[in-house]
Each structure stands twice: as C-alpha cells, then as structure tokens.
C-alpha cells in the first residue's frame, strides 16, 4: 500500500496544467454576445455529446456508484435504464422545437410559447440558485475525498479546481468549455476503464468471481426489491426506471446546462447522434462503475484483502485507486474524480452566466444589451459565481454544515424538476396559457414540497416524483387555462412550433 506519492501529484499537476492550456487554446477571441454562451457552430456534435455526459457525471456519481454496488446490489443501476425512456421522448417531441425555434436557452421557450417574461425569469432564476449550490458542493465533496488521500489542504484543492475553471470559462466560452469537457470525459472514460480492467486482472476467478457474487451473493437483485408494484408510488424495478427516465428527460429538456449543448446547433440529425451518444456513454460508464463496485467487494470482503485506509461506502473506489494501483497510474485515475468535478463546475459557471444575461439581464433592461456587453455581463457573471462558489465549498469543507447544504440542494433540485412539468404543458397542449401554466408551477411546488418534507419517505419513493410532478401539472394547467380563456373571451393560439401539433 503506498498510498498518493510525489509521482502521482506531479501526474495531476501535468493534467491540470494541461486542461487549463487545452481551454486557452480554443478560446475565441473577440467573441460577441451569442459566441460566448453558444459557440461558433465549429465544434463538432461528438465533442458535443461527450460534453453533456461529462457534465451529468458528477463526481458525486462517480465516487457513489461503485459505492452503492460496494454496499449492497445493482437495484440503482436500473436508473440508467431510464435513457431508454427519456432520450426517445426527447428526441421525438423536444428537440425539433428547439431547433426549429432556434432558442437561446431553455428557458427563451417558456417565454416563446407563453409570452410571459415572468416565466422565462421563474425559470431562470430556480436553475441559477440551484446551480450555484449544485457547484459548490461538487467542489467540495471531492476534494474533501481527495484531501484525505492526498494529504493536501483541501482549502487548496478547491481553489485550484474553481479557479482554472474560471480561467477557461470566462475567457473562452461556451466553445473552450466544450472542448476541456470532451478531454476530461474521455480522460474519466479512459481512466475508469483501465481501473475495472486491472481490478479483473487482480481477481481470483476475474470477472467469474463477480458474476458468481450476483448468483449467490444476490448483488445484483435483492429478493425484496419487486419487479413492479401495482402501487405506483412504492419502490420497483419498474417505478425506478420509468421515474428516473422522466428525471432524465427533465434535465435535458428543462436545465441550462444540457440544454445550451443543444443550441450549438439547429441540425437535427446532430441533435439526435449527441443524445443517442450520450446515452450510449452514460450506460456503459455506469456499468463499468457497478462492477467496479462489485470487484471491490469480492476483493475486499470475499477474497480477504486488507482495506485501505479511509474506506467508507463512497470512498471505497478512490481508497482502492490511491493504494491497490500503480505508481503514476494512481495520480492519473484520482486526475478523472478531479476531472468530473472540474467539466460539470465549468459547464455550470457557463449556463449560469448564459442564463443571467440572456434570461434576466437582458429581459429586465429597458434597452437591448449590444453583443459587447452582454458577453462582458456574461463573464463577470462567471468570475462573481464561480469565486462565490469557492467561498461557500470552503465554508462547508470547514464548517461542518453539510446537512443543511444537503437539504438545500435538494430542495432546489426538486423545484428545479417541477419546470418538466411546465415544458410538457406548453410543448403537448394548445390550450394552455400564462394563468394556467404559472398557476401550475405553483401547485407542483406546493404538492411537492408536501410530499418530500411532510409525507413520510416510505409512503412515496423519490421516484414518483417527476410523475406526480407532471400529472399535477397537467390536471392543474389545462382546466386552469380553459377557464382564463373562457372568462377572459379569448381563444390561446400557440405561435407555430412551439408545441407538438402543427396549426
């Protein structure tokens, strides 16, 4: 067991470096207005694609993941089944409107289809503050990792991961952020690759052992998890894949940071090989998690091999990469952890600044901002956030505060999730209008809200949510809009394009 050593931080130090050089590489200069929140429509739709699976990869997924299979089955790993669901949809009914729409972040559709400003805001205003809180803690929880492999200050860890994401992402866009994604997704493809495969290598029986552990070991589907339950609000493999399919089309329909992936270009058949690539992607590197998690504990726990320091359920991956693998090849695979955190905080700090000029700098100011000044709102908008973000990671890394960022988080997320609701209102109906929709936003956050903080956890799986989240939508906006319609004496006409019907 030698742990992290000289050579393995000069490793990082070389990755580092080297992402921070790849982003000032393609940086444009001189960009204008559009060029820095959308590219300049020369980066190609596999960059693309490998960008977006970078940024839905947190590092929270990826030190939980193998985690998860570490400690108990694969039940978790049906979530990823949910592509199966989402990406269909999303290709299907989504994403020829935005293209044909050519909108500039997700949230400019909410304004196209129910010509309300103050839903463009709303929106834009629950992705900022949760997006905020979503970087910090992807800032922190790693380093915190890290740190204790590492024995490095995790004050220091987390400065150098904010600041040359500010560095790329302020200077180079949306175009510089694209391209360090895809090196840093195909650098966590790579590395986590090479890890499942040297863990087989390390096995008695190679991945016979782990094969062997789902049928007696039962770590692949545990006897009390059921298939489907006619109860659709307790836990199944079914409610588990159909809920997180609609997750997943929440984000790519409804969050920033997905969605201005797919303003880079109004090409739909680009559109679709980004999103199919991406699932692709997502599937596979979520298996090679799952069964790096089962390795471990058929290495650890089976095959009696002494556990490393610090190995806790979600630390049990970095411990075993930090003493179990070679030198240099160490600093490389802890590089990929650093690496996920580095693309999804780059990716946020580039959707904030996108979303605060164009949604709520620019819909609130009584003139039109110049291309100029909206890319020089956008880049301070960056550096603000993204020290901000610096600070609160520090904070939680030394204040012990981590509960009440947790619920944070989560609540954000979960008012984040209720805007699919909203999206699938305006683009699957004609008669709803701005009452209607707002007064559906409102009822899904009050339902939801009730249900996760005052219905006990067992009652509902988290997995109904977006379920409940959209039917109440729908059972609240469409009667809602008729009858404003009614009273009001006018009849809602969609502009064209703007929902699934074509007049």
């Known amino acids: 067991m030698q742990g992290f050593t000289y050579i393995d931080l000069a490793v990082l130090i070389v990755y580092l470096l080297a992402v921070l050089f790849a982003g000032l590489h393609f940086a444009k200069k001189e960009m204008k207005g559009k060029e820095y929140f959308k590219g300049d429509g020369t980066v190609p739709w596999w960059v693309t694609s490998v960008s977006i699976f970078a940024t839905l990869l947190s590092p929270i997924s990826f030190l939980s993941l193998a985690g998860n299979s570490y400690a108990g089955t694969w039940i978790m790993w049906f979530a990823q089944l949910g592509m199966l669901l989402g990406i269909p949809l999303t290709i299907r009914f989504f994403l020829p409107i935005y293209s044909k729409l050519d909108i500039d972040t997700a949230y400019h559709y909410l304004e196209l289809r129910f010509h309300s400003k103050g839903l463009r805001v709303l929106g834009a205003v629950m992705f900022i503050i949760y997006q905020v809180g979503r970087m910090s803690i992807i800032m922190y929880l790693p380093c915190m990792v890290l740190s204790s492999l590492m024995n490095v200050n995790v004050n220091i860890l987390i400065i150098i991961m904010g600041v040359i994401a500010i560095i790329y992402s302020y200077t180079g866009g949306l175009k510089s952020v694209l391209w360090t994604d895809f090196i840093q997704g195909s650098v966590l493809l790579l590395g986590v690759t090479f890890g499942l495969i040297f863990l087989l290598s390390n096995l008695d029986?190679?991945?016979?052992?782990?094969?062997?552990?789902?049928?007696?070991?039962?770590?692949?589907?545990?006897?009390?998890?059921?298939?489907?339950?006619?109860?659709?609000?307790?836990?199944?493999?079914?409610?588990?894949?159909?809920?997180?399919?609609?997750?997943?089309?929440?984000?790519?329909?409804?969050?920033?940071?997905?969605?201005?992936?797919?303003?880079?270009?109004?090409?739909?058949?680009?559109?679709?090989?980004?999103?199919?690539?991406?699932?692709?992607?997502?599937?596979?590197?979520?298996?090679?998690?799952?069964?790096?998690?089962?390795?471990?504990?058929?290495?650890?726990?089976?095959?009696?091999?002494?556990?490393?320091?610090?190995?806790?359920?979600?630390?049990?991956?970095?411990?075993?990469?930090?003493?179990?693998?070679?030198?240099?090849?160490?600093?490389?695979?802890?590089?990929?952890?650093?690496?996920?955190?580095?693309?999804?905080?780059?990716?946020?700090?580039?959707?904030?600044?996108?979303?605060?000029?164009?949604?709520?700098?620019?819909?609130?100011?009584?003139?039109?901002?110049?291309?100029?000044?909206?890319?020089?709102?956008?880049?301070?908008?960056?550096l603000i956030v993204g020290i901000f973000s610096i600070v609160v990671a520090m904070v939680l890394a030394n204040g012990g505060v981590k509960s009440a960022y947790e619920w944070f988080n989560g609540f954000m997320g979960l008012v984040l999730g209720i805007l699919i609701g909203t999206f699938i209102l305006g683009v699957f109906t004609k008669v709803a209008n701005t009452f209607g929709a707002t007064l559906a936003f409102i009822a899904a956050s009050c339902v939801m809200v009730y249900v996760k903080y005052f219905v006990p956890a067992d009652a509902v799986s988290i997995w109904s949510y977006s379920i409940i989240s959209i039917v109440v939508s729908l059972v609240v906006g469409i009667p809602a809009s008729i009858i404003w319609s009614k009273v009001k004496g006018v009849k809602n006409v969609p502009d064209p394009n703007t929902t699934i019907y074509k007049s």
């Open 205 to 382: 029986g190679g991945i016979g052992s782990i094969f062997n552990e789902f049928t007696n070991g039962g770590k692949f589907l545990a006897d009390n998890e059921p298939i489907f339950d006619p109860n659709l609000l307790h836990n199944s493999v079914f409610l588990l894949i159909v809920g997180a399919g609609f997750n997943t089309m929440g984000s790519y329909v409804s969050s920033q940071d997905i969605v201005q992936r797919f303003t880079t270009t109004t090409d739909t058949k680009k559109l679709n090989k980004m999103m199919l690539t991406n699932g692709c992607l997502s599937i596979f590197i979520a298996t090679v998690f799952y069964l790096i998690g089962t390795g471990l504990y058929v290495f650890y726990q089976v095959q009696g091999h002494p556990l490393p320091p610090a190995a806790q359920q979600d630390q049990i991956f970095a411990s075993w990469i930090a003493f179990e693998l070679p030198v240099g090849i160490t600093g490389l695979l802890l590089a990929a952890i650093y690496a996920a955190a580095q693309s999804t905080l780059s990716t946020g700090l580039n959707s904030v600044a996108s979303s605060w000029t164009l949604d709520i700098q620019e819909r609130l100011s009584k003139k039109k901002l110049s291309f100029e000044t909206q890319t020089k709102i956008g880049q301070y908008v960056s």
